[in-house]
């Protein structure tokens, strides 16, 4: 029987690899970055040194009665400011129009009305329930409220108000 000197150096280099993958083995360890792909987190996240949200602003001139559109509510912005010469009327609308602006039963968001001119009183609408920790829906002049979203279980949207001076 002829051995081959190219069988033979083959038999050594596959020889020699399997004894290094067999005493050496490579320990591929993962290192997590703490990125998600996607706007959507469904996985508990702490943030230790704090987080800033926001920083949007809607601003409106007009008077009278207001209704904020989904559109404007779907920007998310931090803050409404009203410049208005006289006094404004602002509701917002149903919840069933608002389903893709809180699509989830426990879904929330927070933002500010800043009325700089005139004061604006905030009207309920179909599904949308304004509680106000302070006694009223009127947001004067020169202050300001802080509205707090939420999506219940039966699909209406609770906005807890609360004004600061």
Do not use: C, W
Not at 78 to 92: D, G, M, W
């Amino acid at each position: 029987m002829k051995i081959n000197k190219f069988g033979v150096l083959a038999l050594v280099v596959i020889l020699v690899i399997a004894t290094f993958g067999l005493f050496y083995p490579k320990v591929q360890q993962v290192q997590q970055f703490g990125v998600s792909s996607g706007p959507d987190h469904y996985n508990l996240e702490i943030f230790r040194q704090g987080v800033i949200v926001g920083g949007n602003v809607f601003a409106t001139t007009s008077a009278g009665t207001v209704v904020y559109t989904a559109g404007t509510l779907m920007s998310y912005p931090s803050i409404i400011k009203h410049t208005a010469s006289s006094a404004v009327s602002a509701s917002f609308p149903a919840s069933s129009t608002l389903a893709s602006f809180l699509p989830n039963a426990g879904d929330r968001f927070t933002m500010n009305i800043s009325p700089l001119t005139s004061a604006v009183t905030l009207a309920s609408s179909t599904g949308v329930i304004i509680h106000s920790t302070t006694g009223g829906a009127v947001i004067s002049a020169g202050s300001s409220a802080q509205l707090n979203f939420l999506r219940k279980a039966n699909s209406d949207i609770q906005i807890i108000l609360t004004t600061t001076q």
